[in-house]
């Protein structure tokens, strides 16, 4: 999928943006620096950054785009994997980091040495890099505003959180808290971590539920943990409540199957895998001259009830509902934050 009002600015855009860009980039590398690749949004990321890259390397936009992934969500480990890609010599680094400030140190060691660094998702706060992210406070507080919509009532929820200690993480509960203290509606009584992957989450649910009462209303979630979710309270003999999905293949045919025979009701969001290509954009971007601010905001992909079916026709099985982009898509993106 393109976002194609994107493309639709960026071709009112594009002369303005390619007068400032004058380097050539066809001689750069650019390297991918991942801290984590265990659930299914880490494995459509890494894909969606194998095709575009790829193809920008044969037709001679940069000289090379390669990925690679600690084996632990480690920040001594991704430190030292920047500090071997400085090293090696690429002219960017992307990184999705395991720490906004523990790679702060690496990440300056490569600005110090010439190297154009950009994050996104897990960003980093040192200042000479460049940031992409989701609004993802806001990401959370939207799924207790839906809820407060739709259970107007409120009532007990159970939060499932992310990896801990990443900023994704902590800007989504952020947000979920915010949401739930400015309704007044509801109340968390239980909260887990499910580190974004079903498996996980579907064992920490099962773990937490006997402590809890029947009469929880809904599961406010990170994104890969939905289904998880409603598999724990399925084999708990329990109701299933309202569980806020995130937009993996699993997770939306596990809703249109319950849609289709009870009218069940909910809605998906999440941050685009994507968005790794569009960092992969913005370096190559800065590379080429371009004037890129340094924080880019792009907005979190959300599938309400009446959009279901569509959504889940374009999303492979196994993958993540997902948005990629093409070098005007980044050039638009710039422009609009310019």
Known sequence: MRITSLGMAAALVL??????????????RIALSNNYAGNSWRQAMLRSWEKVASEAVENGTVAAADAFTTAENQVTEQAAQIQNLILQGYDAIVVNAASPEGLNGAVKEACDAGIVVVSFD????????????????????????????????????????????????????AGIHEGVAETGKFEIVGSVHGNWAQDVAQKAVAGILPSLSDDIVAVVTQGG????????????????????????????TWWKEQKDANGYETM?????????????????QVLD?????KD???????????????????TEEGGVA???????????????AN
């Open 296 to 314: 880019l905001t792009v907005p979190f992909l959300r599938i309400d009830q009446d959009n279901l079916e569509d959504n889940l026709a374009n």
């Open 225 to 252: 943990d939905g289904y998880g979710a409603a598999q724990a309270f399925k084999a708990a003999g329990r109701d299933i409540p309202v569980i806020v999905m995130g937009n993996r293949h699993d997770e939306l």
């Open 322 to 336: 997902n948005v990629e982009y093409a070098l005007e898509d980044a050039q638009a993106v710039i422009s609009g």
């Open 122 to 173: 897990g960003i980093v706060t040192e200042p000479c890099a460049w940031r992409i992210a989701v609004d993802f406070k806001q990401m959370g507080k939207d799924e207790v505003l839906y809820l407060s919509e739709n259970l107007p009532e409120g009532g007990k929820l159970l939060e499932i959180r992310g990896l801990a200690g990443v900023f994704v993480d902590d800007e989504i509960s």
């Open 289 to 293: 001259g371009a004037d890129v601010p």
């Open 268 to 284: 998906s969001v999440s941050i685009a895998p994507g968005v790794s290509t569009l960092a992969f954009w913005v370096a190559q």
């Open 15 to 28: 002369c303005g943006i390619t007068e400032g860009a004058v380097a050539d980039t066809s001689d750069k």
